[in-house]
């Protein structure tokens, strides 16, 4: 409770960037929530990825958390270091061995040079100089939301082994210019809804908007990974005795498409869900959702990403009578 009420008083003094050199391995719903407030706010959240590699590498929160840009270390040579934490939330990597810091005098005991400074490891390093660059983006393009910012960091990095993607390092190691040289990424609309929590009201202390208000059709092409952003949840309303057509087409990926009643407090299970479309590989999700009521009625549709070779996914959605 303590991290979150700061971290809200971080948002209100007008930060753009939250470092959040620490961790725990049990998830805490206060903590996760004002991370959000903070994302929804375009205020990016860094954490390191943990030291523990060795302790059975556990996956660590708030890094793990949706929406949170998590820091493995690196050594000198760019390679990721022996503690750093390894798991599908890693998105980049950082310098995080033998960093130089400032250290009171009467503290400088670990070297033979009194001179207050030293040298320290651990992702709780390579977390501040990623923020350090996520600023430095954020200054230099102020037009960018923190999503943007975080991807532009990944985009940036430069690839350390294994090629590609991987658990150890994520993207790679930060690259400030490269990163700054890079095209504004797409926005991802309506995040956070990562969650019903989140679009009704209960985290973020105010409802989503409406997607769909039974006027003309929409359509939004949005983006999801199951790690970093779960679930896309939309709020719609049905006129009264009529229905809404939806469909779900994917760029790349599977997703799953759901729908689920105003009574929903989780998007998951079968309870309070009206409508459900699972077709594998990018077949197009459509379901009918009819309100036979007098009155108006909201729903939720709940976009998942279920594919179990890619952990992203991109896609478009419509909505119209």
Same mark, same amino acid.
């Given at each position: 409770?303590?991290? #979150?009420?700061?971290? /809200? ?23 996760? $929530? ?6 929804? @706010?375009? !205020?990016?959240? !860094? ?25 493995? $270390? ?15 939330? +890693? ?6 061995? /033998? +960093? &130089?810091? %400032? ?7 670990? %070297? ?15 977390? &501040? ?7 430095? =983006? ?13 991807? *532009?960091? @990944? ?12 658990? /150890? ?18 926005? %991802? &609309? ?6 019903? #929590? ?37 709020? =719609? ?6 229905? $809404? @057509? ?12 759901? +729908?689920?009643?105003?009574?929903? @407090? ?16 990018? $077949? +197009?999700?459509?379901?009918? !959702? ?10 939720? *549709?709940?976009?998942? /990403?279920?594919?179990?070779? *890619? ?11």
């Amino acid at each position: 409770a303590d991290i #979150a009420r700061g971290i /809200d008083k971080a948002i209100a003094a007008g930060a753009r960037v939250i470092n959040m050199s620490l961790g725990t391995e049990e998830p805490c719903f206060a903590w996760n $929530a004002a991370i959000q407030r903070a994302f929804a @706010k375009d !205020v990016l959240s !860094v954490a390191s990825a943990g030291n523990e590699f060795d302790e059975g590498n556990p996956t660590e929160y708030p890094a793990a958390f949706p929406h949170v840009v998590s820091v493995a $270390a690196t050594d000198s040579q760019g390679r990721v270091s022996e503690f750093s934490n390894a798991n599908a939330a +890693v998105d980049v990597s950082a310098p995080g061995v /033998d +960093v &130089p810091v %400032d250290v009171p005098l009467r503290f400088d005991t670990e %070297d033979d040079d009194y001179d207050g400074v030293t040298t320290a490891s651990g992702t709780s390093f390579s977390s &501040p100089i990623t923020a350090g660059a996520a600023a430095w =983006i954020a200054t230099a393009r102020p037009e960018l939301k923190a999503g943007q910012i975080a991807d *532009l960091l @990944k985009k940036g990095a430069k690839d350390i082994a294994p090629k590609g993607y991987d658990r /150890d390092s994520g993207w790679g190691l930060i690259n400030i210019p490269a990163s700054l040289a890079l095209a504004a990424p797409v926005i %991802d &609309p309506l995040e956070p809804n990562d969650s019903i #929590a989140l679009v009704d009201g209960t985290a973020l202390g105010a409802k989503a908007g409406l997607l769909w208000n039974g006027g003309s059709s929409v359509s939004l092409f949005a983006k999801i990974d199951q790690v970093k952003d779960p679930l896309d949840v939309y709020r =719609i309303r049905i006129p009264a005795r009529s229905a $809404a @057509k939806i469909s779900l087409t994917p760029k790349f990926g599977s997703v799953d498409l759901a +729908v689920y009643s105003s009574s929903a @407090k989780s998007a998951s299970g079968s309870r309070y869900r009206v409508a459900y479309s699972k077709k594998s590989g990018t $077949a +197009v999700e459509r379901v009918t !959702v009819r309100n036979s009521a007098a009155t108006a009625k909201s729903f939720y *549709l709940v976009v998942s /990403d279920n594919d179990t070779k *890619l952990l992203n996914a991109e896609y478009t959605l419509r909505v119209g009578r």
